[in-house]
């Protein structure tokens, strides 16, 4: 009986002390955001413009680069960046692709790259959110507001089996916004841009 009286009070002892060691030691580590790269070989950044009010023409560009932060325990979003290429745009007419490169619309030899400056960004639920940033095109920046889907984290399967993100975002922007005005009058090409961007990142190790 002594014994087990011996031990019940030797435990109660223990406590305080194992309190006060637990309070005196740092909290665990926190794992730091990971730094993603964009795969150029896993990526799409398109739009699509209304011709004539009879259909939309589609168009993407072969060239791109970017990288951002992100955090998948708080899904925290930072340091956002991407630059496009414009004379890489490509929709599959060898004339119309000339025409936009020049002065027209994106005026590639004075402009040679769209950029895009993350400033924000809000979750809207588990797996979507907003991003938000400032869209350089033909020296012009305007802020605009991106819709976000993360589809899917996780380790390739075959080849070097790095870690990858896969992200689906849209957006729209006008045009003239950009100083892009030639054809607006009749409706003749459409002012409204819709943009569709599908694209894999690398994390970086």
Do not use: C
């Amino acid at each position: 009986m002594r014994t087990h009286i011996l031990a019940i009070l030797g435990r109660a002892a223990a406590a305080p002390l194992l309190a006060i060691l637990l309070l005196a030691a740092p909290p665990p580590a926190r794992a730091e955001p990971d730094a993603y790269v964009i795969d150029p070989e896993h990526t799409f950044i398109g739009f699509s413009v209304r011709h004539l009010g009879f259909a939309d023409v589609h168009a993407r560009f072969l060239e791109t680069e970017g990288s951002f932060t992100f955090d998948e325990e708080s899904r925290a979003l930072s340091d956002v960046r991407a630059e496009i290429r414009t004379a890489s745009v490509f929709s599959a007419h060898e004339a119309r692709d000339g025409h936009i490169r020049k002065k027209d619309f994106l005026w590639a030899d004075e402009h040679p790259a769209i950029r895009f400056t993350g400033t924000g960004a809000a979750a809207t639920g588990e797996r979507t959110g907003k991003v938000f940033g400032d869209l350089e095109i033909r020296g012009v920046t305007k802020p605009v507001e991106l819709d976000v889907t993360w589809n899917r984290s996780g380790r390739y399967p075959f080849g070097d089996k790095h870690y990858a993100i896969g992200i689906s975002a849209r957006t729209s922007v006008k045009r003239s916004d950009f100083g892009m005005t030639y054809a607006l009058e009749g409706g003749m090409v459409g002012d409204v841009v819709d943009i569709v961007l599908e694209f894999e990142a690398i994390r970086q190790e």
